[in-house]
């Protein structure tokens, strides 16, 4: 596979949440470099966040470990057990099914760089800890909890 030019992938600003869950992510930038790749088993993505920022809304997968690797600058990893400072240099993993929600929050005053890097698996679910939403990789929307659809 040649050499991937990070500067021809698109950036996708923002995230698919429905209003008001979109909110806190409106400045989040991601480059599919997976995608670009062709990779198929798993995705990578080139992630941004500006201070003030969220990475998604916290949440846990059912099928899908996750791991991140940051790039450039500080974010703050939430998760049910606390707060974790990582900087540039460190990693942080997520195994699936352990109902451990996770997100990352910008709290510098710089904007932060890093990889994501998660399975792709078609039976996934993805839970939000801290508001009624979920959704399945198998069709993409997000319902609440009970399976009833955002308007």
């Not at 990475?55 to 974790?84: F, P």
């Not at 195994?95 to 890097?117: C, D, F, Q, W």
Request: glycine share 10%.
């Amino acid at each position: 596979m040649p050499k991937i030019d990070i500067s021809t992938i698109p950036v996708v600003t923002g995230c698919p949440y429905p209003k008001p869950f979109d909110e806190p992510c409106a400045g989040r930038t991601r480059r599919r470099l997976g995608d670009a790749g062709r990779l198929q088993d798993f995705g990578v993505n080139f992630m941004t966040l500006p201070p003030g920022g969220w990475s998604s809304q916290r949440h846990w997968h059912s099928h899908e470990d996750e791991l991140v690797y940051i790039l450039e600058g500080e974010l703050v990893l939430v998760e049910d057990n606390g707060d974790t400072i990582l900087r540039t240099g460190d990693c942080a993993t997520f195994p699936k099914n352990t109902g451990n929600g996770h997100h990352m929050i910008n709290r510098s005053s710089s904007v932060a760089v890093y990889l994501e890097i998660g399975s792709r698996d078609w039976d996934d679910m993805t839970t939000c800890s801290d508001i009624d939403m979920k959704s399945a990789n198998a069709d993409g929307r997000f319902v609440h909890k009970d399976g009833t659809p955002y308007d």
